[in-house]
């Protein structure tokens, strides 16, 4: 168990099941642990979970989005005298010995001189049973590295998923914490590519591989398995996508990406997924929203 490391789970409307067991795993390797609740539904028996397992609960008065349930963890951390904050989604089951690992995993890399932004297992998709791969930028293409799972292989990455990574406190305090006006998608991906440029490093392990549920579900199409959110999430990604052009510390290989999903997007879940004219409003509102930049939640407009 290391005591140096502050746990900060985010919570909306989970399974609470699935969230107990969460949990259960998570007490066994951290000693602090705070629950950030996001207004669900259920958050009586979030806050159940959480004083069954002497967890530190936080309940917002309505949802303020991850980024922002993510940086009320980190300010309690750093009230705490946590060295490292480990970020968790409320449905990702961590294997034993995951934080150990990444704890000193995190400690060589910084032994060696190495500005560690962030480190995190490669995670096992539920729906698909596919592992996680890592990206990197070269030049103007985003090169994609996998590597056999449960072996001591690192992989550099730009970024790291959340959920299950162990970002240091000083990288936090340097590089900033996360940005609230992207709400929810690609609050990672921002936070890592904004690391990469104070000249931070991120990486993923192989060693141990997390179970994560990525979307409400899947679709396969063209060959393909596709990820599938719930309608307002194409919002985000979309309007997400434009904010990230215009930011300077996003390379040229990451820009390029965001523009080319766009119409993509729009066809696949436009026009082969469920829902499909609510998904068509929500994608056509994210892209007004992004080309006028408009950050935070959706609806939500300046005073």
Request: hydrophobic fraction near 45%; aromatic fraction near 10%.
């Amino acid at each position: 168990m290391r005591y140096n490391v502050c746990a900060v789970v985010v919570t909306y409307n989970p399974d609470i099941a699935v969230f107990a067991d969460v949990i259960a795993k998570l007490e066994e390797q951290v000693n602090q642990i705070i629950i950030v609740d996001n207004h669900s539904n259920n958050c009586s028996d979030i806050e159940a979970v959480a004083q069954q397992s002497s967890c530190r609960f936080v309940s917002t008065s309505e949802n303020m989005g991850i980024a922002h349930a993510q940086n009320l963890g980190v300010a309690y951390g750093i009230e705490q005298n946590a060295q490292y904050m480990l970020f968790m989604d409320q449905d990702t089951i961590l294997p034993d010995g995951a934080v150990d690992d990444l704890y000193d995993m995190c400690r060589d890399l910084e032994a060696k001189g190495v500005k560690v932004g962030s480190i995190g297992h490669a995670y096992r998709d539920t729906h698909d049973g596919k592992v996680s791969i890592a990206a990197r930028a070269q030049g103007h293409r985003l090169i994609r590295r996998a590597a056999p799972p449960d072996t001591d292989t690192l992989l550099e990455a730009d970024f790291v998923i959340a959920s299950g990574s162990l970002i240091p406190i000083p990288a936090l305090q340097e590089v900033g914490l996360m940005d609230e006006t992207l709400f929810i998608d690609l609050v990672d991906v921002e936070w890592g590519l904004r690391a990469l440029s104070r000249g931070y490093r991120n990486f993923q392990s192989l060693r141990k591989i997390m179970t994560h549920t990525l979307g409400n579900g899947r679709i396969n199409l063209f060959g393909k398995s596709i990820s599938l959110h719930t309608p307002i999430r194409d919002y985000y990604v979309i309007r997400n996508s434009i904010l990230m052009l215009g930011r300077d510390y996003v390379g040229l290989a990451w820009k390029l990406y965001f523009f080319r999903r766009l119409f993509p997007f729009f066809i696949v879940f436009g026009f082969f997924a469920n829902h499909k004219m609510a998904r068509l409003h929500f994608m056509t509102r994210g892209l007004i929203d992004g080309v006028l930049n408009r950050g935070g939640r959706y609806g939500q407009r300046p005073a």
